[in-house]
Structure formats: structure tokens, C-alpha cells
T-cell receptor
Framework: AQKITQTQPGMFVQEKEAVTLDCTYD???????LFWYKQPSSGEMIFLIY??????QNATEGRYSLNFQKARKSANLVISASQLGDSAMYFC????????????FGKGTTLSVSS | GAVVSQHPSWVICKSGTSVKIECRSL??????MFWYRQFPKQSLMLMAT?????????EQGVEKDKFLINHASLTLSTLTVTSAHPEDSSFYIC???????????FGNGTRLTVT
């Protein structure tokens, strides 16, 4: 069984600062993917970044980077230079690399960015 | 690319009636689609996996006779909430993937209110 743990219900950061959202996971799969999504108050799910279990380098997408530590089973999201529009719920998720596999989500972290 | 369209965005219905929610992949074919439910301030919980041309696979605790899923084509899956009750009020969101190591692309969700 797969499990995603996000231990920070809420995080607060000031504009232009960096913030790290924590995520740990557990799985028996040898090959899997880790994902981060952003959900603003409108409810849409916005894909941010992907890390494959066999990728040797940490993934980066603009202001988002994923700090992947496979031995510790952690996949923390780092947002650099926070913006007011970053205020939202953030979900860490994973899925095995088999076809037809769903995403399993963590409980989420609410990020609030202040000016 | 990889757009998933979901309709309606919101619906209010009376207790005892049925509601159908449509999920379409607009620019790709989706052999598998996934249906999630989200209560306020909570995470996304997988309800079922919808497979084109075959029966859906439901997660434990999800009533298959209450939440009817039909995946009649490679671009359309429907979720029908039958004999809806107030406790079925929730945010329902569908998703599909373009490949094994690809993210799930989500529809914008349907907010169901049962009065």
C-alpha cells in the first residue's frame, strides 16, 4: 500500500521569501512517481512538478523545485521567491508506474503568503 | 494540451433525485479515468477507477450502486449519483493521464449540494 504524509497543516511566509513544504511517502513499488499539485480556493488542481523514483537529479520547474531524498523517502517542495498568488492548498501525491494507477494524495498543506 | 473538461461545475438537487456528472478528455484518449471526492478542508479521496469498455473498480467503502460510473468511450466517463442525500454533498473531480509517468490532468470539479 502507498501512503503520503504531509505534517504541516498550515505554513506562513512573506512575499519574496522561500518556503519548503514537507512530504514523506511509503511504498512497496520499485518504480513510482511523486507529484505536487496546487489547489487554489476555486478548487482546480494545478500540476506543479514531477519526480520519478529513478531520476538522479532533483526536478525543477521555474520557481518550484523538488528536494528528493529517496533513502529518507521524502519529496519536499521548495517554492522560491513566494508571491501572493501562491496562497493555496498544496498536495503531495504519488502513483506507481503501472498503467491505470491512480494518484494517492497527502492531506495537504495550506500556504499563506503575506505582503 | 491534455485538457480534461468536467460538467456541470456546480449542481443543486433535491434529496432522492439523481445527478449525472460528465468528464471528457478533450485532446487525448483516456483508457482510464479516475473519480475523486473532496470534502471541505480535506484531501482528495479516490472513489473509483473508470476503465473504457469495462466495469469500474471501486475503492473500499464506496457504494457502487449509489455512484454509477460509465466509461463508454475513450474520451468520456460519467458519474451518476443516484438517490442523492445531503451527506453526498461534496466536491467531485475527475482526472485522466496521458501516460504512465505523466501527471493526472484534472477537470475543474463539480460542487454538488443536496437539499
Amino acid at each position: 500500500a502507498q501512503k503520503i504524509t504531509q505534517t504541516q497543516p498550515g505554513m506562513f511566509v512573506q512575499e519574496k521569501e522561500a518556503v519548503t513544504l514537507d512530504c514523506t511517502y511509503d511504498t512497496s513499488d520499485q518504480s513510482y512517481g511523486l507529484f505536487w499539485y496546487k489547489q487554489p480556493s476555486s478548487g482546480e488542481m494545478i500540476f506543479l512538478i514531477y519526480q520519478g523514483s529513478y531520476d538522479e537529479q532533483n526536478a525543477t520547474e521555474g520557481r518550484y523545485s523538488l528536494n528528493f531524498q529517496k533513502a529518507r523517502k521524502s519529496a519536499n517542495l521548495v517554492i522560491s521567491a513566494s508571491q501572493l498568488g501562491d496562497s493555496a492548498m498544496y498536495f503531495c501525491a504519488m502513483r506507481g508506474d503501472q498503467a491505470g494507477t491512480a494518484l494517492i494524495f497527502g492531506k495537504g498543506t495550506t500556504l499563506s503568503v503575506s505582503s | 494540451g491534455a485538457v480534461v473538461s468536467q460538467h456541470p461545475s456546480w449542481v443543486i438537487c433535491k434529496s432522492g433525485t439523481s445527478v449525472k456528472i460528465e468528464c471528457r478528455s478533450l485532446d487525448f484518449q483516456a483508457t482510464t479515468m479516475f473519480w475523486y471526492r473532496q470534502f471541505p478542508k480535506q484531501s482528495l479521496m479516490l472513489m473509483a477507477t473508470s476503465n473504457e469498455g469495462s466495469k469500474a473498480t471501486y475503492e473500499q467503502g464506496v457504494e457502487k450502486d449509489k455512484f454509477l460510473i460509465n466509461h463508454a468511450s475513450l474520451t468520456l466517463s460519467t458519474l451518476t449519483v443516484t438517490s442523492a442525500h445531503p451527506e453526498d454533498s461534496s466536491f467531485y473531480i475527475c482526472s485522466a493521464s496521458t501516460g504512465v509517468r505523466s501527471p493526472l490532468h484534472f477537470g475543474n470539479g463539480t460542487r454538488l449540494t443536496v437539499t
